[in-house]
T-cell receptor
Framework: DGGITQSPKYLFRKEGQNVTLSCEQNLNHDAMYWYRQDPGQGLRLIYY???????QKGDIAEGYSVSREKKESFPLTVTSAQKNPTAFYLCASRPTGESYGYTFGSGTRLTVV | AQKVTQAQTEISVVEKEDVTLDCVYE???????LFWYKQPPSGELVFLIRRNSFDEQNEISGRYSWNFQKSTSSFNFTITASQVVDSAVYFCALSVLGYSTLTFGKGTMLLVSP
C-alpha cells in the first residue's frame, strides 16, 4: 500500500545533540512537508520541498534543517540550536499540480531529556 | 496570507449530544480548498472532508455534516448524536490554488463522555 512512513515513532534526545527524523513516501508525490505540533498550537510548517534538491523555509524553520536528495525521502534534522525541540512532528506529501490530496505520516514524538 | 481560526479550544459533551465545531478562514484568493481532519490520541491525521471555494453545498456523511458559507468565511462541522469514539482533536485547514502549503487552525479538542 502507498503511504508515508515516519520513523521512529518515539525519540529521545539529550540536550545539545542533533537528531534526524525520517520521512519516506512511496506515493510518487513531488511535494513534501514537515509540520510541528505543540499542545494548543495547531500544526506549524517547518520546511517544505516541491522538488528534489530544492526546499523552502516555513514559519518556524529556525533550529531545523532538511535535505531532499531523493523524491521519496525528506529527512528533518533537529539541531542543538532549536531551543525547545520537544514536540510531535508530522510529515506530509502532496502530488504536484494540486492544492489538495495531502497524505500525512503517523508522526514522531520527540522528547528532549 | 492565509489564516484559519478555530475559536473553540476544547468542547465537552455527553454522548448522543450534537456538537458543532467552528472554523473561520481568511484569504484573498478566490480559489481555495478547505479541509477538516481528525486527530485521535494515536496522533495520525485522519482526513474527513475537502471542499473547494466554488462549491457551497452543504455535505452530510453519516453523523457528520459540514456547513460552508462564503459570506461569513466559515466552514463549520457538526457531529450529530456524538459518540465516545468521536473524542479527538479536530483541525480545520486551508490551501490556496497555486500556493503549496496547508494552513491549519489551532484545533478543537472534543471530549465525549459516556
Amino acid at each position: 500500500d502507498g503511504g508515508i512512513t515516519q520513523s521512529p515513532k518515539y525519540l529521545f534526545r539529550k540536550e545539545g545533540q542533533n537528531v534526524t527524523l525520517s520521512c519516506e513516501q512511496n506515493l510518487n508525490h513531488d511535494a513534501m512537508y514537515w509540520y510541528r505540533q505543540d499542545p494548543g498550537q495547531g500544526l506549524r510548517l517547518i520546511y517544505y520541498s516541491q522538488i528534489v534538491n530544492d526546499f523552502q523555509k516555513g514559519d518556524i524553520a529556525e533550529g531545523y534543517s532538511v535535505s531532499r536528495e531523493k523524491k521519496e525521502s525528506f529527512p528533518l534534522t533537529v539541531t542543538s540550536a532549536q531551543k525547545n525541540p520537544t514536540a510531535f512532528y508530522l510529515c506530509a506529501s502532496r502530488p504536484t499540480g494540486e492544492s489538495y490530496g495531502y497524505t500525512f505520516g503517523s508522526g514522531t514524538r520527540l522528547t528532549v531529556v | 496570507a492565509q489564516k484559519v481560526t478555530q475559536a473553540q479550544t476544547e468542547i465537552s459533551v455527553v454522548e448522543k449530544e450534537d456538537v458543532t465545531l467552528d472554523c473561520v478562514y481568511e484569504t484573498r484568493d478566490t480559489t481555495y480548498y478547505l479541509f477538516w481532519y481528525k486527530q485521535p490520541p494515536s496522533g495520525e491525521l485522519v482526513f474527513l472532508i475537502r471542499r473547494n471555494s466554488f462549491d457551497e453545498q452543504n455535505e452530510i456523511s453519516g453523523r457528520y455534516s459540514w456547513n460552508f458559507q462564503k459570506s461569513t468565511s466559515s466552514f463549520n462541522f457538526t457531529i450529530t448524536a456524538s459518540q465516545v469514539v468521536d473524542s479527538a482533536v479536530y483541525f480545520c485547514a486551508l490551501s490556496v490554488l497555486g500556493y503549496s502549503t496547508l494552513t491549519f487552525g489551532k484545533g478543537t479538542m472534543l471530549l465525549v463522555s459516556p
